[in-house]
């Protein structure tokens, strides 16, 4: 090696800093220290203040006996507290660890104990359920309660609240900044849906990175005012807490979330982003008008989970929201994939228009690679729009892997990509659409059949306000089409005329035959739940009734 190659490389040694998220708020508190970081009730905070608080909540965990890596569990409604535990977690070089609080008491347990959460953080709302997964320990955390003002009852389980855990720190403590940047900054779980949860691991380099590509990639300019509709406790809020820090915003915390609320947070706090499930659009685009407010600005939505139907879409953008479509798993930290929006696409119909935006699109600018290939041998599909493939990815916002799971993990990494299990084709433009979780295609008479397809065709009937299509057991076929929907208020539409309509815009095959009328169950985060759809038809006492002889004669003929 040269002299000067040398010298290069110890001037760039010099200058090398790890990447994390953390530098984000020190930056922003240093720079706009008076600027609105939180809003929640009429509570307000700084960034100056926030930045304390969370350097406060850093020392305190030293104090309390955190070491660095130790676990550091968190049980919270999307408040002040947990938006603060998003950096002074880190701060004491400890791995952050988000629980849904829609979990029952077994899940949680398992999760505690898995983790070997040193500390739990626990909003007493949720005393109830979090007292009978402590029960299940042998060697529970130290738990400190989450006391807010805005909500009544809940035992106290812990040691002191989270303000007399603060009390405990040093508000001007020096937290020491990560010497690398490949460690883990926050520990999240899966739902857990087909066996245990898996803890999916984020570094402090990924969670940097994705923070950027969100405001990147939804243009997101200086200042933003956001909505907390999306749980932080998933994915970490897709990583928008450190997002929000980098852009200096406000976050304007919702502990529930409704229609109404929505509305006024737009309308009278000038929120202009906010990120949810299409659960979520179809709140807003069917909100009463006692609950709609006007507003005379843009509001910027990004949208994932379940691809939203080409309808909603149509009327979010009638309504005034801006929406972005984005894909991703908790294992790739969030949003990896995004619809990035071309200029020409302006001039479609907005039927058209929905139709692009429905397409999950291309890699996020953090993410390294995409690619949609055979399962088995990783071979790419054609961009054809029409080869179904497996869904793959790699780079830096894809995650460490699964805590204390090696199996998993290699299962997961086989051959060098990520495999999602969601199943797609591949446009001509290179942009993605996803068919399916390969669990949910429905192979009716040898033939594959996207539930998605059948649920984008019902939502365009004005009488449907939710579907989801899974697979029912049929003697003949194996398994055919059956449509589960909720109606909007007022509709009286009948099981034959939903599948006559579907009849009139897809091939036979791919209709449904049969529709059930009931509510269909849903995550926290407004993923539809098939799993339990399709034990409608494996147990007994949730049973519905098997089609007649009559209605499957009627369905003979139709896969010619």
Not at 59 to 83: F, H, K, Q, W
Not at 393 to 420: D, K, L, V
Request: aromatic letters at 10%.
């Amino acid at each position: 090696m040269s002299e000067s190659s040398q010298l290069a490389m110890e001037k760039c040694a010099a200058n090398y800093t790890p990447l994390t998220p953390l530098s984000f708020i020190k930056r922003t508190a240093e720079v706009y220290p008076d600027n609105t970081s939180v809003i929640y009730g009429e509570r307000r905070y700084t960034w100056a203040e926030t930045y304390r608080r969370s350097s406060q909540l850093a020392s305190a965990l030293c104090r309390v006996g955190v070491e660095p890596g130790d676990r550091v569990a968190i049980m919270a409604a999307n408040t002040p507290e947990m938006y603060e535990a998003h950096f002074g977690v880190p701060m004491a070089q400890a791995i952050l660890t988000p629980i849904n609080y829609r979990l029952d008491a077994a899940a949680i347990g398992f999760i505690l104990k898995h983790s070997e959460a040193r500390v739990l953080l626990t909003d007493r709302e949720f005393s109830t359920v979090i007292r009978q997964a402590l029960a299940t320990l042998e060697h529970p955390p130290r738990v400190f309660d989450i006391d807010d003002p805005m909500v009544d009852g809940g035992e106290r389980l812990g040691e002191c609240d989270y303000e007399a855990l603060l009390q405990k720190g040093d508000p001007e403590y020096q937290w020491p900044m990560i010497e690398e940047e490949w460690k883990a900054i926050t520990l999240n779980y899966t739902s857990g849906t087909t066996g245990d949860p898996k803890g999916v691991l984020y570094h402090h380099r990924g969670a940097y990175l994705n923070s950027m590509s969100n405001a990147l990639d939804w243009d997101m300019s200086m200042h933003p005012v956001y909505l907390w509709t999306l749980p932080m406790f998933h994915c970490n809020g897709w990583c928008f807490p450190w997002t929000l820090a980098a852009r200096a915003g406000v976050n304007i915390c919702l502990r529930k979330v409704d229609a109404g609320a929505i509305y006024r947070a737009i309308s009278e706090q000038g929120a202009d982003h906010f990120c949810g499930a299409p659960i979520v659009l179809n709140m807003v685009i069917n909100a009463s008008d006692q609950e709609k407010r006007d507003f005379n600005h843009l509001c910027k939505v990004m949208t994932a989970a379940a691809p939203p139907p080409p309808a909603v879409l149509k009327q979010m953008q009638e309504q005034g929201f801006q929406v972005t479509h984005v894909y991703g798993l908790t294992e790739t930290y969030g949003p990896a994939v995004v619809c990035a929006w071309h200029s020409e696409w302006d001039q479609l119909a907005i039927e058209q228009q929905a139709e692009m935006k429905s397409r999950q699109g291309v890699v996020y600018s953090a993410q390294e690679a995409l690619m949609v290939a055979d399962s088995e041998t990783l071979q790419p599909v054609p961009w054809d729009g029409e080869t179904i493939g497996e869904v793959f990815c790699r780079g830096n916002i894809t995650m460490m892997g699964y805590y204390r799971n090696p199996q998993a993990t290699e299962s997961a990494f086989a051959g060098g990509w990520f495999h999602t299990g969601d199943l797609g084709v591949r446009h001509a433009d290179g942009y993605i659409q996803l068919k399916d979780r390969s669990k949910d295609i429905i192979i009716t008479g040898g033939e594959n059949v996207s539930s998605i397809e059948i649920e984008g065709v019902l939502y365009n009937h004005p009488s449907v306000r939710h579907v989801a299509v899974v697979a029912r057991p049929d003697e003949k076929w194996g398994e055919t089409p059956c449509a589960f929907v909720e109606l909007a208020p007022d509709a009286t539409v009948d099981e034959a005329a939903l599948i006559e309509y579907c009849r009139e815009h897809l091939a036979h095959f791919k209709c449904p035959t049969s529709v059930v009328f009931d509510e269909i169950p849903k995550t926290s985060t407004g993923k539809v739940q098939k799993f339990q759809l399709r034990k409608r038809f494996t147990e007994p006492s949730q049973a519905i009734p098997q089609r007649t002889e009559e209605e499957a004669a009627g369905y003979d003929g139709e896969h010619e």
